[in-house]
């Protein structure tokens, strides 16, 4: 992923530079560096660690420089491999991957070039040395040409003072438009003031960025006119009003994002569209993976319309078959995860009307999309998704409903409507679970139990434990632990089963009594009272009663605060869990 910026103006760039990629950190946060070009000389500070480790580098002096936040592809996480990389006349921050490294590694070694760092991006470098021949574009297309994979990569070239190049494959690039001064940056945040006009890079597009203003070029180096993106100033990265992490407050906000779901107009501008509808295939990563799961389920149980969900990376590379009258749905709270975006091109390559399901208005899966429904959850600042994936769910089960009314099918309108309330209460009995850490402290590794919607829930709540606790978790189908998974539980595992669906609670409590026998602490979630003081129960949290194909919106309100209470039990940063960032744009 990473995060790229780049300023000139007549501000010390270094601040600027340094403003920016704390708004970027969302897309990686394990070593971050700042290059200024001052008196044809690069300065240059990079450090381990997050952003804020740059705070030495906002003195630098020089009004033209280029920055990055990384999550490291290749090469360790250390200074060494922190972007920017200099060789000879430039300096370069990258963000993606450079599929081809070795091979041009190999032949710039064979050239008797050093390297100093582990990493793919540092070939940029030497590449543009090798291609430059005093024409700055020039050069940079024609590295472009021999990079295999994807990039938007910011160049500062000594020879050519106060310019910053610019060239966009597959990762997002944008370029704002000041009184004065320009700035380059991965996403709108980072670079959004007023009065400064964004325009978006598409696939395979250069930029120059120069005293005179920003100019625009096609891969044949034609120059390219652009209109200015709208956007939304309120995207700024908000603040934690007094809780102690974003995801926290994210969590707190769940009942009243819940409630905005009931104004998707942009359903109704859909549904005349969903008559043909004859099946669906949903495409998602992570969290917004799990969404899809639970959609599948209302959207067979309410519309009877055959639904697959297929994680985006295995659904790109799988040949998939697209009948005729097929929805795909995307759904990606970024809208940027490169994944998503490429299995819902190739999606509508091959016929499928493209929804997009997502938290940004303007984002690549968008533009891609033939319609598209927001979750309003707000912007999301946590990397563990809390308030997105419940906003996921209320549009996800609006959107089967509407599926089912189109498709001529009797619904019970209106059960949706009570669930904001419904969360409101269950965010306060799942306040519960902070008395059940310590059980989590001392375990090798928990499970999360579920048959039905519940094991989606259970999928969810297991994700949420292992990302931010780093604690080794399993989601299982309630019936499928027999098969090899109940080899791992002994009397330090604790298990948490969801159960919300009276018809299947004996069939799934019968997994309960399996672990219990073997000496496991059981949890339980549940919506049916008659389980919550069961002797096999080390603690129960009782939710208010619901429909139970749409209890995984309340269910996993107990699980994200569980996870969270875990996560800081455990000394962790939840709002920034290692290894991983909010936004993945590399595959
Ligand atoms: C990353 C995030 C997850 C998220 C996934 C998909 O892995 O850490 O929280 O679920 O990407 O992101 P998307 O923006 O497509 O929903």
Redesign the pocket.
Known sequence: MCGIVGYLGNRNAAPVLFEGLKKLEYRGYDSAGIAVMERGAFSVVRRAGRVSELGGAVSLGGKCGIGHTRWATHGAPVERNAHPHCYKRFAVVHNGIIENEHLLREECRARGEAFSSDTDSEVIAHLLEQDYEGDLLGALRKTASRLVGSYAVAVLCLDEPDVIALARRASPLVVGVGEGELFAASDVPAIAAAGVRVYALEEGEFALLRREGASFYAADGSPVRKEPVAYDLEDDVPEKKGYRHFMEKEMAEIPLVLSRSASVGELAALAPSLCGVERVQIV??????HSGLCAKRAFEALARVPTEVTVASEYRYGDPIVPPHTLAIA???????AD?LAAAELARGRGALLLAV??VRYSSLTALADFSLFTQAGREIA???TK?FNAQLMLLYRLAEALAEAKGKKIHAGALDFIPRLAEEAARAGGKVRGWVPHFLGARAAFFLGRGADYCAALEGSLKLK?ISYLPSEGYAAGELKHGTLALVDRTTPVVAVLTDRALAEKTFNAVHETYARGAKVFLVTTLPEYAERDEVVSSVLLPECDPLFSPVLSVLPLQALAYYVSIARGNDPDKPRN?????TVE
């Open positions: 998602a990563c992570g969290t917004a993976y759904v990606s709270q970024s809208g940027e995860t998503t997502t938290n990397v563990a998704a997105s990302e991983l960032a909010k936004s993945v």
